[in-house]
């Protein structure tokens, strides 16, 4: 029999109460390696795999919380809490008030546990990510369920390591463009400030910076936008291709329109497409994309509405250049700082 095995049977018998007090004091040995508790985590779906419907008896579930209430009484001690997942398998409540509240020491318990595991146990760590451009810088971001998240300057994107619940649930502050992979059992939802953008697969983009209004626009598939009061949803928009949202929380107003779908692909590959667009708005995008700062002295010209296509894959000073002939301005730029005129 080798070491997993054997040491898996012991965990077995630990659960249905048949260890020696030598091959308890064995458990609680192997507790500060970290090793069973990733074995630990196989039988549990061991056992849920075993029965029809994933159903454990209380006894056996009255053993896990005790197994784990070890474990963590083990390990306190240590600085930062990690959080391990639970198996797979969706163990089902029914019958017994007893596994119900088994279940809340078990969850109780594992939130005590501390960094002392090895590599193998931490594999099963559920960590939140959080990424956070600085001005003048964009990334590519691989999800954990192959979707792709192109996120802009001056932005951030927190989700979780692995997606272990019926929802794929991220927070976004600032702008990003999604390609989301369709999975129609669990829906991707994003949390920006009290907007939900729920989506089952599909490409979009959203700008979603503090105290700015938000905007959703769709380039394929269907987007749901919500507003989130009181745990309560609110719908806003049900968007198409082309189609575009703006929410003011502010004014409590909504402002639907349609934007090219070309323009808002072509935003993840650097590519700036302004319409009629106030020259203060544009120049707030710029700041971000090239982190520097652009003051405009004339209100008037800080006004003036532009048409023009820009790309960010060209110096600072070309892209001013061009502007100026098509906002009819001129300008000086001195190191990082530009100034309007």
Same mark, same amino acid.
């Given at each position: 029999?080798? =070491?997993?095995?054997?040491?898996?049977?012991?965990?077995r $018998?630990?659960?249905?109460?048949?260890?020696?007090?030598? !091959?308890t004091?064995e458990?609680?040995?192997?507790? &500060?390696?970290?090793?069973?508790?990733?074995?630990?985590? !196989?039988?549990?779906? !061991?056992?849920a795999?075993?029965?029809?419907?994933?159903?454990? !008896?209380?006894?056996?579930?009255?053993?896990?919380?005790?197994?784990?209430?070890m474990?963590?009484?083990?390990?306190?001690g +240590?600085?930062?809490?990690?959080? %391990? +997942?639970?198996?797979?398998?969706?163990?089902?409540l029914?019958? =017994?008030?007893? =596994?119900?509240?088994?279940?809340?020491?078990i969850?109780?318990?594992?939130?005590?546990?501390? /960094?002392?595991l090895?590599?193998?146990?931490?594999?099963?760590?559920?960590?939140d990510?959080?990424?956070e451009?600085p001005k003048g810088?964009? &990334? $590519?971001?691989?999800? /954990?369920?192959?979707?792709?998240v192109?996120?802009? /300057? +001056?932005?951030? %994107?927190s989700?979780?390591?692995?997606?272990?619940?019926?929802v794929?649930?991220?927070?976004?502050?600032?702008?990003a463009?999604?390609?989301?992979? $369709?999975? /129609? *059992?669990?829906?991707?939802?994003? @949390?920006?400030g009290?907007?939900?953008?729920r989506?089952?697969?599909?490409?979009?983009?959203?700008?979603?910076?503090l105290?700015?209004?938000?905007?959703?626009?769709v380039?394929?598939?269907?987007?749901?936008?919500?507003?989130e009061?009181?745990?309560?949803? @609110?719908?806003?928009?049900?968007?198409?291709?082309?189609?575009?949202?703006?929410?003011?929380?502010?004014?409590?107003?909504?402002?639907?329109?349609?934007?090219?779908? &070309?323009?808002? %692909?072509?935003?993840?590959? +650097? $590519?700036?497409?302004f319409? *009629?667009?106030k020259?203060?708005?544009?120049?707030?995008?710029?700041?971000?994309t090239?982190?520097v700062?652009?003051?405009?002295?004339?209100?008037?010209?800080?006004?003036r509405q532009?048409?023009?296509?820009?790309t960010t894959?060209?110096?600072?000073?070309?892209?001013i250049?061009? %502007?100026?002939?098509?906002?009819?301005f001129?300008y000086?730029?001195?190191?990082?700082?530009?100034?309007?005129?």
């Amino acid at each position: 029999m080798d =070491y997993k095995t054997e040491k898996k049977a012991l965990i077995r $018998k630990y659960i249905n109460g048949g260890c020696t007090a030598e !091959e308890t004091a064995e458990i609680k040995s192997l507790l &500060s390696t970290g090793d069973l508790s990733v074995l630990f985590s !196989e039988v549990m779906d !061991e056992i849920a795999a075993s029965t029809d419907d994933g159903y454990i !008896e209380p006894d056996v579930s009255q053993a896990l919380a005790k197994f784990h209430g070890m474990q963590s009484a083990r390990n306190i001690g +240590g600085n930062e809490p990690i959080v %391990l +997942g639970l198996p797979s398998k969706n163990i089902k409540l029914r019958r =017994y008030l007893s =596994y119900a509240a088994a279940i809340l020491l078990i969850i109780g318990s594992i939130s005590l546990l501390i /960094p002392r595991l090895d590599k193998k146990t931490q594999q099963y760590a559920i960590i939140d990510q959080h990424f956070e451009n600085p001005k003048g810088k964009r &990334s $590519k971001i691989l999800l /954990p369920d192959s979707s792709v998240v192109y996120l802009g /300057p +001056g932005s951030t %994107l927190s989700f979780p390591s692995k997606f272990t619940t019926n929802v794929r649930a991220i927070s976004l502050r600032g702008e990003a463009f999604f390609e989301v992979t $369709k999975n /129609p *059992k669990r829906p991707f939802i994003i @949390h920006t400030g009290n907007i939900v953008t729920r989506v089952l697969g599909t490409s979009f983009k959203i700008d979603a910076f503090l105290n700015q209004p938000v905007r959703v626009l769709v380039s394929t598939g269907k987007v749901r936008v919500d507003r989130e009061v009181n745990k309560v949803l @609110h719908s806003i928009a049900v968007l198409l291709p082309g189609q575009s949202v703006v929410w003011n929380e502010k004014t409590g107003q909504r402002e639907l329109g349609s934007t090219a779908v &070309s323009d808002i %692909l072509g935003w993840k590959n +650097g $590519k700036l497409v302004f319409r *009629k667009t106030k020259l203060a708005d544009i120049a707030a995008i710029l700041e971000r994309t090239y982190n520097v700062t652009i003051a405009i002295g004339n209100s008037a010209v800080a006004e003036r509405q532009i048409r023009v296509n820009l790309t960010t894959d060209i110096p600072l000073s070309k892209l001013i250049k061009i %502007l100026s002939v098509a906002g009819n301005f001129k300008y000086k730029i001195n190191q990082n700082h530009v100034s309007i005129f």
